[in-house]
């Protein structure tokens, strides 16, 4: 018996390892599909609606991929043109920059005896290659980037175009006794994907408008540029939003910005991500996507492991839809209840107001 368990967990570890080593290696063919995947189950709805109004599905499908191309246009459009705004300071955020620059200097020197000369002799020694080197190397990503994204938009077509018939494969495959099953498995692995990605867009716009008109009083130039910015870096949960505020607290700098107006953007940031928490995304994103934050943690680890801020941006809503199956499934049912949060995190602030409103 001891024996037999053995040589099970060797096979669970080799299947995990060979698993591991699959999505690294094809993580070329791999990433754009995922993420393909998730936008493709996005603009489902839209498709049939259009689909429903008597519009071909292929002509569907591809005015679903204008549509996203012309909301991430706008998007696009928006921070350059404010990264333009902020250009015509430049002058002025340089000024500050190195007056800062030699505050900080002097702060090293009479603290730790660091010199001015031996301190840039430090950060010297820290930038190695050339100029050429680094256009290589921005460029190789750029081309890099450009073609995944080609690849991607692809995949979004021919996944919209060919839903039904993947549908069908993946029923031809399982037991008939299970059709039932795997049909609602299908359905509400979709529809959690789908109202987690629509209440996500809908919170990181809420965040945007929070964090600009806060930015806008508090006296930050640009306020809806780093709002913007705040709100976006959501995708990356916990590490996002707390590095766009570092962004910002910087700009204040930059911008000669003094302690109390870092300070203030602080307080805002912490505010913010309480009100989020416990009022806005349980509101948004309801319990569809319900994921224990031990193991949102670290899937988002592996997710950055093993694509990158891709794989760190799809990391949530694919542990929810393998907690879904999990749920759905009888002998995975444990592992569901461990993916899912625990009994005592479960009542947040906005589900306390709402039963204690539905008892008046």
Known sequence: MRKYTLVKWALVLIIVFLSFSILIYAKSILLPLTLGGLLAMLFM?????????????????????IVFLLILGLVTYFFVWQITAIGRDITEIETNVNRRVDELQQFFYYKFGITPGN???????????????????????????????IIMLVYIFMLLYARGHLKNFILKIV?????????????????????YLLGFALLV??????????????????????????????VIPFIG??????????????????????????????????????IIQPLLLGGEVNVNPLFAITVLILGEMVWGLGGMIMA????GMVKIICDNVEELHP??????KSDESRGSIFNKMRKWFSRK
Not at 124 to 148: C, P, Q, R, W
Not at 176 to 187: C, D, G, N, Q, V
């Open 175 to 195: 037991n008939p006794s299970h059709t039932a099953k795997t049909e609602r498995i299908i359905f509400e692995s979709s529809k959690a994907t789908q109202h």
């Open 45 to 65: 709805p839209l498709c049939r609606w259009f689909e429903r109004k008597g519009v071909k599905r292929a002509y569907a499908s591809l005015i679903c991929i």
């Open 335 to 340: 592992y569901g209840y461990l993916l899912g």
């Open 205 to 234: 716009t809420v965040l945007w408008l929070l964090y600009g008109i806060a930015f806008s009083i508090i006296g930050v130039r640009n306020a809806f540029f780093f709002a913007a910015l705040c709100g976006l870096l959501e």
């Open 119 to 149: 301190q840039k002799k430090i950060l010297e020694g820290k930038h190695d290659g050339s100029l050429g080197a680094i256009i290589s190397a921005v460029m190789g990503s750029l081309m890099y980037f450009v073609t995944n994204f």
């Open 241 to 278: 939003s707390l590095f766009g505020i570092i962004l910002t607290m910087l700009m204040v700098v930059s911008q000669a910005g003094g302690g109390g107006m870092i300070f203030a953007v602080f307080i805002v940031y912490v505010v913010l991500q309480f009100t989020q928490f416990y």
């Open 316 to 319: 949530i809503p694919l542990t």
